[in-house]
């Protein structure tokens, strides 16, 4: 995936600790410290008017058995820019409740 | 995570160029098209504000349409005398930067200009002062690459306005 040029990232929901790929943080131009470290500073760096939709999917994706979360979006890169995005993921893990784990 | 940047900038374009189009068709009053080519350009990212400026018979220039510009600024944008740099810079032609403290976006070409400029191109064979088309330029490498997008607007620049204009919010 990196070769694609695919970044990965991860969500710790328990822990609310956020994990990019190195391919994610070359994609926006960030070192490895400046990786947003949890949920509230990853949303910080998306458009404000796309900022909305994205919870609403986010939302949406946690709180039923949505296959797959995909959306399009504006995150700002490291020199400041707005890199459109073309996201995908899905709840890895859920507990007995449904919730994801 | 995947960069759909250039897809969605193509995107952009392609419906701003449309809703443009839409507009020339039902043949605008001058304010109206200076109003619509700047909201046009202005709906493309990373623009905040921006004005058009009017040459006058003078060889100054006077911003008849702007968003985004604070009252200060405006007051002192509103009119280019036509030996000031500014107008010097309009006459050259070329897209450049414009900006009054150099940074280094100013002075590394390679970087291109995060403005954009809208040059008009006279016609030969009309008198200087009258501009049939109007080239847009959109220079922010790597985001964009330079882009021309010309528009005939001869036609509608002698149309009257009307008695009412419709008023454009001003941006923040």
């Known amino acids: ?101 | 995570m995947i960069d759909i940047s250039e897809r969605k900038h193509t995107e952009l374009l392609l419906q701003s160029q449309h809703e443009f189009s839409g507009l020339l068709v039902a043949r605008p009053d001058r304010k109206t098209l200076l109003e619509a080519i700047l909201d046009c350009a202005l709906r493309l990212p990373e623009l905040d504000g921006g004005g058009l400026y009017w040459r006058e018979p003078d060889g100054g220039y006077r911003l008849v349409v702007q968003r985004g510009f604070s009252d200060a600024f405006f007051a002192e944008v509103e009119r280019l005398a036509s030996d000031s740099p500014q107008a010097e810079i309009v006459r050259q032609g070329r897209l450049q930067c414009s900006c009054r403290d150099a940074s280094a976006h100013c002075t590394d070409p390679s970087l291109g200009s995060p403005a954009i400029c809208m040059m008009p191109r006279p016609r030969a064979s009309t008198l200087p002062t009258t501009y049939q088309r109007l080239s847009m330029k959109i220079g922010h490498e790597p985001s964009y690459r330079l882009q021309h997008y010309p528009i005939s607007i001869g036609p509608y620049l002698n149309k009257p306005p009307p008695r009412s204009s419709p008023k454009y919010p001003e941006r923040g």
Not at chain 1, 4 to 29: F, N, Q
Not at chain 1, 82 to 96: F, L
Request: charged share 20%; proline share 7%; with cysteine.
């Open chain 1, 1 to 101: 995936m990196d070769a694609a040029g695919i970044g990965v990232w991860e969500y710790d929901h328990v822990t609310d600790r956020i994990a990019w790929s190195p391919a994610l943080c070359a994609l926006l131009g960030y070192g490895a410290a400046q990786v947003p470290p949890n949920l509230a500073a990853w949303l910080d760096l998306i458009h404000p008017d796309d900022l909305p939709g994205l919870q609403a999917r986010i939302a949406a994706a946690l709180a039923s058995d949505s296959p797959l979360y995909a959306a399009e979006y504006r995150l700002r890169a490291a020199d400041g820019r707005w890199i459109w995005i073309d996201a995908r993921g899905r709840v890895a893990q859920r507990d007995g409740r449904g919730g994801p784990c």
